[in-house]
């Protein structure tokens, strides 16, 4: 039973509109919260995260919202480049198993000049 | 930079044959990871290791086995390997609670 989702397996953005990746999570005891980037034939890269204190966290072009309530993150790039093309993952952690990470499926962004 | 290295980029085994696939990090962390990742599924955990000799299984564990003799190096053991273990590999280290850094990736395929 996966504990993070990305129901989203693919996203077509413009170059220069904002690109809006979502994440869903089932475990009210994730108390931190990463995006990681991966690119064809490389291993996923740290993006962003975001601590359970906070609800949002910016850098640069990027911008990770936490909705708590709603056990719902997402990440804003703005704006999209094509470079930004790639597979996005969301992972969460708790506070008590700090070291296992849960990944959601990924979603796939493409964007377009 | 924190460096993490795969031993082989593509890999091509028969059904049956024993794998070992290698993984050296080489910024002193804890944490070590074994990941495959498959269409659909994400990044799924196979086993990880806090510290040398120490394990813990992840949640698909059945069919491999790991090893860490020395800090910098993870192995993951196929002990007999089958069609339904061809995916892509992936090998991570982190220092304890915090974010991980991947190797590139090793692509298995078993006929």
């Known amino acids: 039973d996966q504990q993070v989702k990305q129901n989203s397996p693919s996203l077509s953005v413009q170059e220069g509109r904002i690109s809006i990746l979502n994440c869903d999570y089932t475990?009210?005891?994730?108390?931190?919260f990463l995006w990681y980037k991966k690119y064809p034939a490389e291993g996923p890269t740290f993006l962003i995260s975001i601590s359970s204190i906070k609800d949002k966290n910016e850098d640069g072009r990027f911008t990770v919202f936490l909705n708590k309530s709603a056990k719902h993150l997402s990440l804003h790039i703005v704006p999209s480049q094509p470079g930004d093309s790639a597979v996005y993952f969301c992972?969460?952690?708790?506070?008590?198993?700090?070291?296992?990470?849960?990944f959601g499926s990924g979603t796939k962004l493409n964007v377009k000049p | 930079d924190v460096k993490v290295t795969q031993s082989s980029r593509y890999l091509v085994k028969r059904t049956g044959e024993k794998v070992f696939l290698e993984c050296v990090q080489d910024m002193d962390h804890e944490n070590m990871f074994w990941y495959r990742q498959d269409p659909g599924l994400g990044l799924r955990l196979i086993y990880f290791?806090?510290?040398?000799?120490?394990?813990e299984k992840g949640d698909i564990p059945e069919g491999y086995s790991v090893s860490r003799e020395k800090k910098e190096r993870f192995s993951l053991i196929l002990e007999s390997a089958s069609t339904n273990q061809t995916s892509m590999y992936l090998c991570?280290?982190?220092?304890?609670?915090?974010?991980?850094?991947f190797g590139p990736g090793t692509r298995l395929t078993v006929t």
């Open positions: 290791s806090y510290d040398v000799k120490m394990k």
């Open positions: 475990n009210s005891m994730f108390d931190y």
């Open positions: 992972a969460a952690k708790t506070l008590y198993n700090f070291n296992k990470f849960y």
């Open positions: 991570a280290s982190s220092p304890v609670g915090e974010e991980q850094y």
